[in-house]
């Protein structure tokens, strides 16, 4: 098949939404797909890749590691616009209802190609990072998502908590459940002791892993103060891999927390070299309460890691209560309880390992890019017969 992306968010910008669309354009090329990405041009970036087509874009002050597409500024549109027309993609897969999301859209109701949609996140939710005020932000980035609702064959729902959430905005939307998959073997293959004489991290202590955008929406302060009392009286410390605007307040709590010694800050980490992390941790801790699947507890639990995770949205979905982690309200107290069991608990923390391995293969990329490649084949199946029926109409 010939299959068009189009991302507002991809490499090398480092989140959930580049990650799931990157990987899932390489596996789908691994079973010989053509895939050809449109997404905004990064500053100081160059692809290897000749089937990624990047448009002018400049960052967002908000958030400088985002580009944000300009095609109406860009000598590459035009260009793009044709190569799109000669291609005669089979399926357009759009990532986003914004710039880039909404080119795709265009382009594939006017060619009449299916057109598919990953609900990655609760755009709505993100009002703060807007210029305008947030309640008409709110008002303008739902209209948006109705709009690309309206237009979509189908619209695909990490979890089943963001199908009812698209359901609820749009009541007719054809949704889809299927969440990103992860390559198992990847995030079982890491190395734990190299990367502890590294960080300074004696063998005994216990380390809490978070790996993610150090952002508001992620919930970090609560996380920082649930377990800023176990790092102080246990022999323990956490880790935070990642980077975003929220760096520098999240170092700053700490040390208010007391904490600081405590809590290490390794910035954005090439992604060859996460599941190291992943390996020499102890326990994965997550609190964020807006996510669409929790792609990092994903890759956690195929590392073998125990989890703690707030109780909130897709991010509950991926853990077996009591079985491989600990979903926990979103209090501080019940959440540091959670963490000091499974910190003072060895055979627990063995048991939850043990459990997450088991559970693994159902996360693999494998396994959801055969669901993907179906789903893609039935709309194409179904728009054929449309299009079938409308030239039957006609004469």
């Given at each position: 098949m010939k299959i068009a992306?189009?991302?507002?968010?991809?490499?090398?910008?480092?989140?959930?939404?580049?990650?799931?669309?990157?990987?899932?354009?390489?596996?789908?090329?691994?079973?010989?797909h053509r895939?050809?990405?449109?997404?905004?041009?990064?500053?100081?970036y160059e692809d290897t890749d000749p089937d990624i087509i990047r448009f002018a874009a400049g960052h967002w002050f908000k958030a400088k590691d985002f580009?944000?597409?300009?095609?109406?500024?860009?000598?590459?549109?035009?260009?793009?616009?044709?190569q799109f027309r000669r291609e005669k993609f089979d399926v357009v897969h759009v990532h986003s209802p914004f710039v880039m999301g909404g080119i795709g859209k265009s382009w594939a109701r006017f060619h009449f190609i299916p057109l598919v949609w990953t609900f990655h996140t609760l755009y709505h939710h993100y009002?703060?990072?807007?210029?305008?005020?947030?309640?008409?932000?709110?008002?303008?980035?739902?209209?948006?998502?109705r709009q690309m609702i309206d237009k979509c064959d189908r619209v695909i729902a990490p979890s089943l908590a963001i199908e009812r959430v698209i359901q609820k905005l749009s009541p007719n939307a054809p949704t889809y459940v299927l969440p990103t998959g992860v390559d198992v073997e990847k995030f079982k293959s890491g190395q734990r002791h190299p990367l502890r004489e590294n960080l300074g991290?004696?063998?005994?202590?216990?380390?809490?892993?978070?790996?993610?955008?150090?952002?508001?929406?992620?919930?970090?302060?609560?996380?920082?103060?649930?377990?800023?009392?176990?790092?102080?009286?246990?022999?323990?410390?956490?880790?935070?891999?990642?980077?975003g605007p929220d760096l520098e307040a999240c170092r700053e709590l700490a040390r208010k927390l007391g904490v600081g010694e405590k809590v290490i800050f390794p910035g954005f980490i090439d992604p060859k070299h996460i599941p190291?992390?992943?390996?020499?941790?102890?326990?994965?801790?997550?609190?964020?309460?807006?996510?669409?699947?929790?792609?990092?507890?994903?890759?956690?639990?195929?590392?073998?890691?125990?989890?703690?995770?707030?109780n909130a949205m897709g991010a509950a979905e991926a853990i077996e209560p009591n079985g491989d982690g600990f979903l926990v309200p979103?209090?501080?107290?019940?959440?540091?309880?959670?963490?000091?069991?499974?910190?003072?608990?060895?055979?627990?923390?063995?048991?939850?390992?043990?459990?997450?391995?088991?559970?693994?293969?159902?996360?693999?990329?494998?396994?959801?890019?055969?669901?993907?490649?179906?789903?893609?084949?039935?709309?194409?199946?179904?728009?054929?017969?449309?299009?079938?029926?409308?030239?039957?109409?006609?004469?």
């Open positions: 992306f189009f991302c507002d968010t991809y490499v090398p910008t480092k989140n959930g939404i580049a990650t799931s669309a990157s990987t899932t354009a390489n596996e789908l090329r691994k079973r010989g895939v050809v990405i449109f997404a905004p041009r990064f500053t100081g580009p944000v597409a300009w095609p109406f500024a860009s000598r590459v549109a035009p260009k793009a616009a044709m009002a703060h990072y807007s210029i305008t005020p947030p309640r008409a932000s709110r008002m303008y980035i739902v209209w948006r998502i991290i004696a063998e005994e202590e216990k380390l809490l892993l978070y790996v993610g955008r150090l952002a508001p929406e992620k919930n970090l302060a609560f996380l920082l103060r649930s377990v800023a009392p176990i790092l102080k009286n246990h022999h323990a410390r956490l880790l935070m891999v990642g980077g190291d992390y992943y390996a020499t941790s102890d326990i994965f801790t997550f609190a964020s309460r807006t996510e669409t699947q929790g792609l990092s507890i994903s890759e956690a639990l195929c590392a073998g890691l125990p989890s703690v995770v707030v979103p209090t501080e107290a019940r959440f540091r309880e959670a963490v000091l069991q499974l910190v003072q608990n060895p055979d627990l923390r063995q048991q939850f390992s043990h459990r997450a391995l088991e559970r693994s293969p159902q996360f693999s990329i494998e396994k959801r890019v055969t669901q993907l490649v179906d789903l893609y084949q039935n709309i194409v199946s179904e728009n054929s017969e449309r299009n079938e029926e409308s030239r039957f109409e006609l004469v």
